[in-house]
Every structure is written in C-alpha cells, then in structure tokens.
C-alpha cells in the first residue's frame, strides 16, 4: 500500500529557508516521478515541482530559482529546498507520487507557516 | 487563476446527478490524460478518477470521468451526503511543462 509521510514543516521567518522530506513506502521508488503541491489557507491546489524516475526536473513559475527538489533513492526520500521564504508561500505541502506525469497518490501534508 | 476552469460550485438533492466542467486548452487537456481529485476539508486530496475515466480501486463507479476536445467533465450519479467536498481537475500541460489545475468545485448536496 502506497504511503507518503511528509516532514520539515513548522514557523519559519520571512527571507530563512526551510527543507521539506517526504518518506515513501509501498512501492518501488526508483520508477515513479515524484511531486510537491502545496495549498494556501482556503485556496486551491497549486503544483510546485517534480523529479522524475531518471532525475530531470520541472518546476512552477511560482518557485522556479527558490525552491529545488531532489530525491535519494536510497533512503525511499523526496526532498523539497525551500529558500527566501515569503509570507505567501504558508501554506500546506503535500508530496505525490507520479502517474501518467500527472499526480496519483498524496501523502498527508506538512503545514509551513512563514511569519516574523 | 487557473490554467483549467471549473465552476466555483455545483449542487444538486440525494439522489440526483452533478456534472462538474473542466475546460483547458490543447496543450494540457486536448492531448493529456485528465485526472480528478475529491477533498475534503482538513484532510489531503484523494484520486478519484485518471486517464480521462478510469477508477483507482476502492472508488465507486457512481463518479464517472469523461473528456471531448479540450474539455473533461466529472459526473456523480445517486448523490450522497457524504459527497460534499470540494473537486480538482488536473493535466500535464505540454507547453508549461507542469501540472495544472483546476480552481476547484465545491458541491453540495
């Protein structure tokens, strides 16, 4: 069974960074694309980023030069680099794993607050 | 806004059927897969329709996904209480290489 377990969230100031993991299980890793979409209070959702299985990255003109997502096949992980935080970027993050490089399964999410 | 527009609601009385829109372009929805998703408040966003029509295991046949053109539609037939929650469409979009989504339906029963 598909499991996504996401960490790193928390209070960060304006203009800090902060890294975001997501632990996967259930499947095997190495073949999947793996996502992060985030959700502001009471907004929708809006794609951020995606590594795919050979590693090659796309990203969202909202983070594009801010944030960078990496992943280790190894220890299962997706990892999400968040620099220059900006109030506007609190908001829920959910890591996802890949499908038809759509998304298919979410984990539950980990809540980044920035504020001074 | 939203690459994909869906209307910000829908509703309809237990029993009933809802349709919900999702229209893109040719770059996302005319030559992709369209996914949709249901949320419920507080909680994260669960797959409920890919590749246009097909259910993920688990997931009632009562939400059939359709797509014509640029355009993709969710339909919820026998509608039920506990299918009040909020609807994303979404795509890859070949042009931004990323996907999009939909803003959202809410749908109340």
């Known amino acids: 069974q598909v499991q996504l377990v996401e960490s790193g969230g928390g209070v960060v100031q304006p203009g800090r960074s902060l890294r975001l993991s997501c632990a996967a299980s259930?499947?095997?890793?190495?073949?999947?694309?793996m996502h992060w979409v985030r959700q502001a209070p009471g907004k929708g959702l809006e794609w951020l980023a995606v590594?795919?299985?050979?590693?090659?990255?796309n990203y969202g003109d909202a983070v594009r030069g801010r944030f960078t997502i990496s992943r280790d096949n190894s220890k299962n992980s997706v990892y999400l680099d968040m620099t220059s935080l900006r109030v506007e970027d609190t908001a829920v993050y959910y890591c996802?794993?890949?499908?038809?490089?759509?998304?298919?399964?979410w984990g539950q999410g980990t809540l980044v607050t920035v504020s001074s | 806004q939203s690459v994909l527009t869906q209307p910000p609601s829908a509703s309809g009385t237990p029993g009933q059927s809802v349709t919900i829109s999702c229209s893109g372009s040719?770059?996302?929805?005319?030559?992709?897969?369209v996914y949709w998703y249901q949320q419920f408040p507080g909680t994260a966003p669960n797959f409920l329709i890919y590749?246009?029509?097909q259910w993920p295991s688990g997931v009632p046949e009562r939400f059939s996904g359709s797509k014509s053109g640029t355009s993709a539609s969710l339909a919820i037939s026998g509608l039920r209480s506990e299918d009040e929650a909020i609807y994303y469409c979404?795509?890859?979009?070949?042009?931004?290489?990323?996907?999009?989504f939909g803003g959202g339906t809410k749908v109340i029963v």
């Open positions: 590749r246009n029509n």
């Open positions: 259930g499947f095997t890793f190495s073949s999947y694309g």
């Open positions: 979404a795509a890859w979009d070949d042009t931004l290489n990323a996907v999009v």
């Open positions: 590594i795919w299985f050979n590693e090659n990255e």
């Open positions: 040719s770059s996302n929805i005319g030559t992709n897969y």
């Open positions: 996802a794993r890949g499908r038809d490089r759509v998304i298919g399964h």
